[in-house]
């Protein structure tokens, strides 16, 4: 069974506080995402990252960082955080190729900004 | 206009009942599809994968229909544990590859 784990299930962080969250997976998929999903407005990706050191920009960067220093972790950095950042992130690995490419999901991360 | 579109309910049925969600995609050089079923609080979990010959699994039958852009997913004998969002997923591989969510159907079953 594929296992994709992140670092909390609930956090609360002040605004302008510097937020690591972090992913580990543990089938070798090439592939990590990061999305945050919001009340009527889905999932949205902010990164992904195909291999180690690359990353692309997903539909929503701004404000986001991230860092894949090695294939089975790929975390996620709030530089400065801010309240409208408040959300459930939900970090996801896959394969790539057609037929091979089914993302697996963590539990996902509740933050609150306050 | 989205990328992936689906109705967001909510749907309202008894159990035992059949239901059906439809989804419709844009980009006709998408190549994988998938339904996935996210529980309240929960993360989404893959609950079949679509393919142009269509796929049953005990109550649930996937259909992708290429022509038209649309896939759908067909509940028999609904269970109060079907209770769920069900996401509609799309992959398509021009220039790189992108995956994309659809924002969800709800369903409810009563008993």
């Known amino acids: 069974d594929v296992k994709v784990t992140q670092s909390s299930r609930y956090l609360v962080k002040r605004t302008g506080e510097k937020v690591f969250l972090e992913c580990v997976q543990d089938?070798?998929?090439?592939?990590m995402f990061w999305y945050r999903q919001d009340p009527g407005l889905g999932l949205r990706l902010i990164y992904f990252?195909?291999?180690?050191?690359?990353?692309e920009k997903g539909d929503i960067p701004e404000g986001y960082s991230v860092s894949r220093e090695k294939k089975e972790r790929f975390s996620l950095i709030l530089e400065s955080a801010s309240t409208n950042q408040t959300s459930m992130y939900l970090c996801?690995?896959?394969?790539?190729?057609?037929?091979?490419?089914?993302?697996?999901f963590g539990p996902g991360t509740r933050l609150t900004v306050l | 206009r989205k990328e992936v579109e689906q109705d967001p309910g909510p749907f309202n049925v008894p159990e035992g009942a059949t239901v059906a969600f439809n989804c419709t995609y844009s980009n006709s050089a998408s190549q994988s599809f998938f339904w996935y079923r996210q529980d309240c609080r929960k993360e989404p979990k893959l609950l079949m994968s679509v393919y142009s010959s269509g796929n049953e699994d005990g109550r649930f039958t996937a259909q992708l229909n290429r022509a038209s852009q649309y896939i759908s997913l067909l509940i028999r004998d609904s269970k109060l544990s079907d209770s769920a969002t069900y996401l509609c997923?799309?992959?398509?591989?021009?220039?790189?590859?992108?995956?994309?969510f659809g924002a969800g159907t709800r369903l409810f079953v009563k008993a």
């Open positions: 990252s195909y291999d180690v050191k690359m990353k």
């Open positions: 997923v799309v992959t398509h591989y021009t220039g790189g590859f992108k995956t994309i």
């Open positions: 996801a690995s896959s394969q790539t190729g057609v037929g091979t490419d089914t993302q697996y």
């Open positions: 089938m070798d998929h090439e592939n």
